[in-house]
């Protein structure tokens, strides 16, 4: 007798449906899973049998192959423990397994029957939907992540019994109801910190806001507890928030890596991931056996955030120059290639040399001379070019410390920086993958950052006098169009050009001492 039932496959962030068909024939006693099937598939037979054993149901002993279409894919992980133990009952005449044709259906098996929770539940439960199943049966834990996704009857389990009594009598189970827009709305604007936890810094608070305008990637440098870690901590906070479609996407990358918490629903606030110096360039930017999202991408529509750069490893460092500036990235294997996306803003720290106290106001730096030069010289050129502002950043004096008066809230920041957003989504309405001033390119560039003559003397001149390099030419346009837009202005003005020179501090030749 052959039963069929779906199953579903992740490659990348999106899913494939998979046919899964159980024969059982009356010769020999051999169990054969074919389909391309990995090593945790194969070892599904034992967590199967001993489910379906202590439930009082009998495990053919008869020849049984399981099939698992398209057999050119590879079938990898233990979530098909589920529907390949339904099909089985079903075709050794145990139970009706008509409907089973109708759902999508993964799980994994421990072996007393209980269900455990799986990877990637909101790309199968989009792939459900889009192939009209009735509904899509799974974990549990899992449920409530697959429910944001409409139109589409979403059951969660937790034991094999529940499955099979609902496939026996329809309606034991309820599909789970989730509203989407209320649960994402309800809690966009909780955050646990704030900008005006900051004590002074009040010009790097200004620099974070620019940044955070713009989309603009930035570098603080600065000596051990001056503030950048908490700065950057908090540049989230600002940022404007996720749309619903945005949220789905950052949903979907967090649930196939399986970092979504446990009975999560949907991501409803920008990702800060801070990755240590230590990771490897496959964590940080995806890859594997099977490809897995890194760091760069799970930080996709929000804040990767680099403490200590120079520690990095310099190989890991390079392969995110491509990813910046493409917003995905691609990993390809022999037989298969996957995209990731990786839409983030890049926030690093460093300490401006060794012991870190190099121009320190009251500490004095005892590396040899030298030292600092080559301690920025960890960090390559091509990666400083992706970053546009430079800030340094200095110890807060004792007397700011101590002060009891509050600085902005992020809330009050956040609005100015959502207005300036809106002025770049209305100027690059028409270039398609444009969003914010971070992302222009030359050509567009030369449109909206163009100088009048007070504006063109003083870059000129500011060039020559603090012998900045080229490459902040660019950069400084850049962000004055930014500066530009949170004063609402339309043309650039000289005070914009001066407050973006204030950024390029590692550009100028004699920051070196």
């Given at each position: 007798?052959i ?9 990348g962030?999106?899913?494939i449906?998979i046919v ?12 054969y899973?074919?389909?391309?099937p ?6 599904s ?6 489910a379906?054993t202590n ?23 233990s979530a ?11 075709a ?11 759902y ?7 072996l ?18 889009q ?24 059951y ?12 026996q009598e329809?309606?034991t189970?309820q ?18 910190i ?5 004590k002074?810094q ?19 440098i600065?000596?051990p ?32 890596a ?8 949907l ?19 995806g890859?594997g056996?099977?490809?897995?999202p ?5 930080a996709?529509?929000g804040?990767l955030f680099?403490d ?8 890991a460092l390079?392969v ?7 917003r ?27 012991c ?14 030298g030292?600092?030069q080559?301690y ?12 546009d502002?430079q ?12 002060e009891?008066?509050?600085?902005e809230?992020?809330?009050v920041?956040?609005q ?5 957003r809106?002025i ?7 270039h398609t993958?444009?969003?914010c ?10 449109i ?20 900045l390099?080229a490459?902040?030419?660019d950069?400084i ?10 004063a ?7 005070m ?5 020179i ?10 070196w001492?």
């Amino acid at each position: 007798m052959i039963v069929k039932t779906f199953g579903s496959a992740v490659q990348g962030v999106e899913a494939i449906s998979i046919v899964i068909e159980i024969n059982v024939a009356p010769k020999g006693t051999k169990f054969y899973i074919v389909g391309l099937p990995d090593n945790a598939v194969k070892e599904s037979e034992r967590r199967i049998e001993s489910a379906i054993t202590n439930l009082g149901y009998r495990f053919p002993r008869f020849r049984t192959v399981v099939n698992m279409a398209p057999a050119d894919i590879r079938k990898a992980g233990s979530a098909y423990d589920l529907p390949i133990a339904l099909c089985l009952i079903a075709a050794s005449g145990q139970i009706n397994g008509e409907q089973l044709q109708h759902y999508t259906i993964m799980g994994e098996l421990s072996l007393d029957g209980t269900i455990l929770p799986v990877r990637g539940a909101l790309p199968m439960a989009i792939q459900a939907r889009q192939e009209g199943f009735k509904g899509l049966i799974l974990p549990a834990q899992n449920a409530r992540e697959a429910a944001m996704v409409n139109n589409l009857n979403v059951y969660g389990v937790t034991h094999l019994r529940e499955v099979i009594t609902f496939f026996q009598e329809p309606g034991t189970l309820q599909p789970i109801q989730v509203n989407t827009r209320e649960e994402f709305f309800s809690t966009q604007h909780h955050f646990d910190i704030d900008f005006n936890d900051v004590k002074g810094q009040y010009t790097i608070k200004r620099a974070m806001e620019i940044s955070a305008a713009g989309g603009h990637n930035a570098l603080l440098i600065g000596p051990p507890g001056a503030g950048k870690t908490m700065l950057a901590k908090r540049l989230c906070t600002i940022l404007p928030p996720l749309s619903l479609q945005e949220a789905l996407e950052t949903t979907k990358i967090h649930s196939v890596a399986g970092k979504l918490p446990v009975h999560a629903s949907l991501i409803t606030q920008r990702p800060f991931r801070s990755p240590h110096h230590t990771i490897s360039d496959t964590a940080l930017v995806g890859g594997g056996t099977i490809p897995q999202p890194g760091e760069i991408s799970l930080a996709h529509n929000g804040v990767l955030f680099l403490d200590e750069l120079p520690e990095f490893r310099r190989k890991a460092l390079e392969v995110m120059r491509q990813p910046i500036e493409e917003r995905k990235v691609t990993i390809s294997r022999a037989k298969m290639s996957v995209d990731f996306p990786a839409g983030f803003m890049l926030i690093a720290s460093m300490n401006p040399c060794p012991c870190g106290y190099f121009n320190h106001p009251e500490k004095e730096c005892t590396c040899p001379p030298g030292m600092v030069q080559r301690y920025l010289n960890k960090v390559s050129g091509p990666l400083m070019d992706r970053i546009d502002l430079q800030i340094e950043v200095t110890p807060v004096p004792v007397n700011s410390l101590l002060e009891h008066t509050t600085g902005e809230s992020s809330e009050v920041i956040r609005q100015r920086v959502i207005e300036a957003r809106e002025i770049q989504i209305q100027r690059f309405v028409a270039h398609t993958g444009i969003h914010c001033n971070a992302q222009m390119s030359t050509k567009l560039m030369n449109i909206y950052c163009k100088l009048d003559t007070p504006s063109g003397t003083l870059l000129r001149n500011a060039m020559n006098k603090l012998k900045l390099s080229a490459r902040a030419y660019d950069r400084i346009l850049k962000v004055s169009r930014t500066i530009a837009d949170l004063a609402a202005e339309e043309n650039i003005q000289p005070m914009h050009i001066a407050e973006a020179i204030q950024y390029r501090s590692l550009d100028r030749e004699n920051w070196w001492g």
